[in-house]
């Protein structure tokens, strides 16, 4: 920094020194009273200034800088002089701002404007100059802007200021960078910046030298910084933006639509003065002037005077209803008047208007043109608000490539909002050059801006490493960045930072109060996060639901889904939960879909419909949730609601385990199991399901569970088989469930507990799940576990079935086949149980009606019909299906004689668990029929039959 020479009295000794620039001078105007008096023009109570400080002691500014780095700067500011309070700490951080170099000069020509527009001149040394001014002197400033430092300041009330803080009147707000040369000139000769910054040592008196002051290099200016700092021997502060406590500082205001509503006019000068060319200059009566923005009739006193801007302030009144009954009509009107007499700020608020149609009918083409009208004067927000207009196609054709011309040039003029959507361009591509890179320079300028949401970008780029160091702590700070400025979803993600320890120690309780703040402020996503903690304590099932609830209705679809998700495991909100999931689904959320597909398949909360179940699947696959494809796989295995196709289902199945899905890959490893039971494939199929099991794959111990009990693939171990089954059962699987209720009964696995297997049905039925419903009440026909109570057999499969449940209906149907507890009905039994196969897609009661038809009970007796039902049953995994199917085709009943289909046929079944299946298949292996004879095989098969049941396979 170059030696700083103040103004001293000895200035008003220039008339006796040799003829210099001086003597040119022009008669001055008569003084005013304040000046002839020597008072200074002042209000200590401004609430916002813009002084100079290019003319404050050397000691002034290095305090300034100093207290800029260490905080907030606050000091104690009048017209009369500005002062540091050093003791006073305010946390936060300025941030460099830049933009395109800007040269200025300002004239200063009288006391007042010494005293309103550089405060850090003595006024002793003013009273010395006053005769020189009236003699024609003035003060030239130059200047060539690059930046601003700037901060955003969080309201600070008066009263919450500490002891250190005695004295202060205003904080920093801001601070514009660069360079200067403070000359003494004449009145009668205007000059350039250039001239300006080239003019030392042109005063010959010594005194006038002494007027001289400068920092920064022009030249260096022109060099260029970075976006992170300002050139080096350009960074020198020129003029400070002031607030009051609780004040506030002017800023961009985020609105609808994603636009940027500037801050309205505001007077930085006492209320003699107005701001004119850069300077505080005093206010001719008979002129119209800015109005303060607190005081409603002088605003409508100057707009009744066509001072314009006045009415652009007179208008954000009647808006915000500040001191005026609120009135958006009179704001439109106000703008109105302020635009059509060439203002460009109303221009751009009556934009705003049409955008938003408040006060005015929306109208998103005139608001493209007022933009256009109020950007060709130069109103930089108004350039960027064309752009975002212009981005999204709304109002006029979509020119991304003219959107992001648009933002460059606001951002090149310090508008922060433009440099966060030039690096959205950037970063998708659009009307630009993809580039992480690029984008990630604009996100830092725009964050250094105040721009919260353009701090959380920066983030989101920092964490993963695109375009930017990969640095999980550079995020968090940012994220914590962008939270300080109110932009509330950083607040959510700096949550779940802090919630899973990623680049910052684990701390629970800040990240829920952070989760919280989110969602109390607007940020819905906050209210996703809170639940999900609420929710994983347990206990507080409730709040989880409220704030789920918030979540949704503030347009979050995983808030739906949650919601659902929790409903659907409470008696009674299936149908709730099918309709939040149905929400979430239409609102893109494809977990939803594919959970609205389970419902739909199993009937719960709707009808039961296989059909609309593959269509959700399909959906739900093809939006990315590949859980979804296994299970469309599935319904193709089964033919369930879309057409049977192995084939289809496999690729189905693979692109599940493709992206790592568990389920794929069981899936997978079932059919090669199936299609190949014996020898070494098995073994692979089953090394593949055992492995996901033990990752926590439950559908996965399912199958395994079965396998473990056959043998397929493995040698046989029921406990271990009942131990996986039971575990399925728990996570929910209905198929485990049977099977560990099964061996319960049996005693296989296990010592014999009916009891157990009881309460696990009775468990799922209790919870909703009406087809639990129907296989406990089969165990009340039975006595399985409870004595038997065929009155509440029937009650439970009539429950079952009037509440949708197509095994409901079959387990009915087949009380009224037998006239267990009803009346003895085959005519109704049979329509029972070809509506639960057919738009059911219940396999069993393909199975019990294909028997009947092959008996002729209740229908003619028709083999080829009942081997068509036998097939479909079969084909939807029923294990009965498959070994009457299996019985037809080795007596060539209804279908093709096959002693080898048979064996598969028995071989399947037996694998599902049909007792008579196995034994069957024991006898093929004892007879070589269909299959290789093997003694140990068919002893293998009997002994299982017997264990599970079939008495006949135990006789010796």
């Not at 660069?178 to 000359?183: I, V």
């Not at 992170?228 to 400070?240: F, K, Q």
């Not at 003029?413 to 959205?424: E, F, P, R, Y």
């Not at 009037?802 to 086949?817: D, I, K, N, Q, R």
Request: with cysteine.
């Amino acid at each position: 920094m170059l030696p700083h020479r103040l103004l001293v009295a000895a200035l008003a000794f220039l008339c006796a020194c040799r003829p210099g620039p001086l003597g040119r001078a022009v008669q001055p105007p008569d003084p005013t009273p304040q000046e002839a008096l020597g008072e200074p023009v002042c209000e200590s109570t401004l609430a916002y200034g813009e002084p100079l400080v290019v003319d404050a002691k050397s000691s002034v500014r290095t305090d300034l800088e100093a207290a800029m780095q260490s905080g907030i700067a606050a000091v104690a500011y009048d017209c009369r002089s500005l002062r540091v309070v050093k003791t006073c700490r305010l946390p936060g951080r300025y941030a460099f701002v830049p933009v395109s170099p800007k040269h200025d000069v300002v004239r200063i020509e009288s006391t007042d404007e010494i005293r309103a527009n550089l405060p850090g001149i003595a006024p002793g040394v003013v009273s010395g100059f006053s005769g020189e001014l009236r003699r024609g002197a003035v003060l030239e400033l130059a200047m060539t802007t690059v930046g601003k430092l700037r901060t955003e300041l969080p309201p600070v009330a008066p009263a919450q200021l500490g002891a250190g803080c005695h004295g202060v009147t205003h904080f920093v707000s801001s601070a514009q960078v660069g360079a200067f040369a403070l000359e003494v000139g004449t009145r009668g000769a205007v000059r350039t910046a250039a001239q300006i910054f080239s003019a030392g040592g042109e005063v010959e008196s010594s005194s006038s030298r002494e007027l001289e002051s400068r920092d920064g290099d022009p030249a260096q200016c022109a060099a260029g910084g970075t976006p992170a700092s300002p050139p080096t021997g350009c960074s020198a502060i020129l003029r400070v933006e002031l607030v009051a406590p609780s004040g506030g500082a002017p800023a961009e205001v985020a609105s609808a639509a994603g636009l940027v509503q500037a801050p309205p006019p505001r007077n930085p000068c006492p209320d003699s003065m107005d701001f004119t060319v850069g300077k505080c200059v005093p206010r001719q009566a008979s002129e119209p002037r800015l109005c303060r923005a607190s005081d409603s009739a002088d605003c409508n006193e100057q707009c009744l005077r066509n001072e314009l801007r006045s009415c652009v302030v007179l208008a954000s009144l009647y808006e915000t209803g500040t001191g005026l009954v609120k009135s958006a009509a009179s704001a439109v009107q106000l703008r109105q008047k302020a635009c059509d007499g060439g203002n460009a700020e109303g221009c751009a608020a009556l934009a705003l208007a049409h955008a938003r149609g408040e006060g005015v009918e929306r109208d998103l083409p005139r608001a493209v043109q007022l933009f256009q009208r109020a950007c060709d004067a130069r109103d930089w927000f108004s350039c960027r608000n064309l752009g975002v207009l212009l981005r999204q196609g709304a109002g006029a054709a979509p020119d991304p490539s003219r959107a992001a011309g648009l933002f460059e040039q606001a951002c090149a003029q310090g508008v922060g909002h433009a440099c966060n959507d030039l690096g959205a361009a950037h970063e998708r591509g659009e009307g630009v050059a993809r580039s992480d890179a690029r984008a990630a320079v604009y996100y830092a300028t725009a964050c250094n801006a105040g721009v919260g949401m353009a701090c959380h970008n920066l983030g989101l780029l920092h964490f993963p490493g695109r375009g930017v160091a990969a640095s999980e702590p550079l995020a968090v700070a940012l994220f914590e960045r962008a939270c300080d400025a109110r932009y509330e979803i950083a607040c959510n993600d700096l949550g779940d930072m802090l919630e899973n320890g990623r680049g910052v120690t684990r701390d629970l309780p800040r990240a829920m109060a952070l989760y919280e703040r989110a969602c109390q402020r607007g940020a819905p996503i906050g209210c996703l996060s809170l639940g999900d903690v609420v929710a994983r304590s347990g206990g507080e099932a409730e709040r989880a639901l409220a704030l789920y609830e918030k979540a949704c209705a503030g347009g979050v679809p995983e808030g739906c889904s949650r919601r659902a998700a929790l409903l659907s495991r409470t008696p009674g909100g299936a149908a709730q939960a099918a309709a939040l999931y149905q929400r979430a689904c239409e609102s893109g959320d494809a977990p939803a879909c594919g959970a609205l597909g389970l419902l739909a398949l199993e009937g719960r909360g709707v009808a039961r419909d296989e059909a609309a179940a593959g269509r959700l699947f399909a959906r739900a696959c093809e939006a990315g949730f590949r859980a979804s494809c296994t299970a469309l796989g599935r319904l193709h295995e089964e033919g369930r609601g879309v057409a049977t196709s192995r084939q289809r289902a496999r690729a189905l199945h693979a692109r599940a385990c493709d992206a790592g899905v568990a389920a794929g890959c069981v899936a997978l490893a079932r059919l090669d199991g199936e299609e190949a039971p014996d020898g070494a494939g098995a073994r692979r199929a089953f090394a593949v399901v055992d492995r996901e099991c033990a990752g926590g794959a439950q559908d996965a111990c399912s199958v395994a569970a079965r396998w473990l009990e056959s043998g397929h693939g493995v040698a046989r171990d029921d406990p271990r088989a009942l131990a996986l089954h039971t575990r399925a059962c728990d996570a929910g699987i209905v198929e485990s469930c049977a099977a560990s209720s099964r061996m319960y009964s049996e005693g296989r696995g296990a010592a014999a507990d009916p009891v157990r297997a009881v309460m696990l049905w009775t468990k799922r039925c209790d919870a909703g799940a009406l087809d639990s419903c129907a296989e406990l009440g089969r165990h009340y026909a039975l006595g399985l576990g409870v004595p038997k109570d065929v009155d509440r057999a029937v009650s439970l499969a009539r429950r079952a079935c009037e509440g949708g449940s197509p095994a409901g209906c079959t387990a009915l149907a087949l009380h009224e086949v037998a006239g267990r507890g009803v009346p003895r009905d085959l005519a109704r039994a049979v329509t029972r149980l070809d509506a639960a196969c057919g738009a059911g897609g219940e396999p069993r009661a393909c199975a019990e009606l294909g028997a009947l038809v092959a008996a002729g009970k209740g229908r003619p007796k028709d083999a080829d019909g009942a081997a068509a039902l036998f097939e479909r049953a079969c084909d939807r995994g029923d294990a009965g299906g498959c070994r009457r199917l299996a019985e037809a085709a080795s007596r060539g009943a209804g279908t093709t004689r096959d002693a080898s289909r048979a064996a598969l046929l028995f071989r399947r079944a037996c694998l599902a668990g049909d007792a008579a299946a196995c034994s069957r298949l024991g006898e093929l292996h004892a007879k070589g029929t269909g299959v290789a004879r093997d003694p140990e095989a068919s002893r293998a098969y009997r002994a299982l039959g017997c264990a599970r049941g079939d008495r006949r396979a135990c006789r010796p």
